[in-house]
């Protein structure tokens, strides 16, 4: 609850997760409190900080996806409303990513909905972890009073220890 906060994304990778090739995850998070307007969810693909995938969704039912490259965010999917999506605080939404290794093909489903699909071949390994964005005051951040409380648990088709 620092507001030397605002305005940064933070992430943490496991590389526990590390997958070659990457074949799946399963984030299943909860937003407790913080904003409703801003991403939270999963890196997948995970290299190093200039080289993964990102899919985050909001608490007012939205989704967005995008790659980091080299340093540089590219959308693939900008903010998309998604009615698989549970909105508010304290609702447990579950975010399956699966990767076909032979065509490139990521497939995410958001509570066991309708599939989203994308094409990249740009990574095709790497680890898994949890990705959350700092907003502000002006934007239902409530700093110092309350703290961006966002919870994560992630699993994969192999067991892995997070620490």
């Not at 076909?100 to 071949?121: A, K, M």
């Not at 502000?136 to 192999?158: C, H, I, Q, S, W």
């Amino acid at each position: 609850n620092d507001e030397d906060n605002f305005l940064t994304g933070f992430f943490k990778h496991y590389p526990t997760t590390a997958k070659n090739p990457y074949t799946d995850a399963t984030f299943t998070i909860i937003r407790k409190s913080g904003s409703l307007t801003t991403g939270y969810g999963g890196v997948f693909c995970y290299q190093d900080g200039n080289n993964f995938y990102r899919f985050l969704i909001n608490g007012n039912g939205s989704y967005a996806i995008a790659k980091k490259i080299t340093g540089s965010y590219i959308a693939i999917q900008g903010w998309t409303a998604s009615p698989d999506i549970l909105t508010g605080y304290d609702q447990l939404n579950v975010i399956d990513i699966q990767r076909n290794d032979i065509t490139d093909e990521f497939t995410i489903l958001i509570n066991g909905g309708t599939p989203i699909n994308f094409t990249d071949p740009d990574l095709q390994s790497g680890s898994s972890g949890f990705y959350s964005y700092i907003i502000n005051n002006d934007n239902g951040e409530y700093f110092p009073v309350d703290a961006n409380d966002t919870r994560y648990k992630l699993t994969t088709a192999a067991p892995i220890t997070i620490p």
